[in-house]
């Protein structure tokens, strides 16, 4: 990959990363100490998972859409 391209790849993901900062500032706002909706998850061995099991303990949730 040439310095341009390398160049431009960061343009654009700082962009991209400044304009998700810009647009989640508002949700936020309206989300803040608001509960999170219930719902259930398969775990990886098969098992399902609700939110709610984990009630008053910290969550982190890391997904990827593939479309």
Do not use: I
């Not at 398969?42 to 939110?51: E, F, I, M, P």
Request: charged content about 20%; some cysteine.
């Amino acid at each position: 990959m040439s310095n341009r391209h390398v160049m431009l790849v960061g343009l654009l993901a700082g962009a991209g990363l400044l304009a998700g900062c810009r647009l989640g500032t508002g949700v936020r706002e309206r989300l803040a100490g608001k509960e999170a909706p219930d719902f259930t998850l398969k775990s990886l061995d098969g098992a399902s998972v609700r939110l709610s099991s984990f009630r008053g303990k910290p969550v982190m949730l890391a997904y990827w859409a593939v479309g």
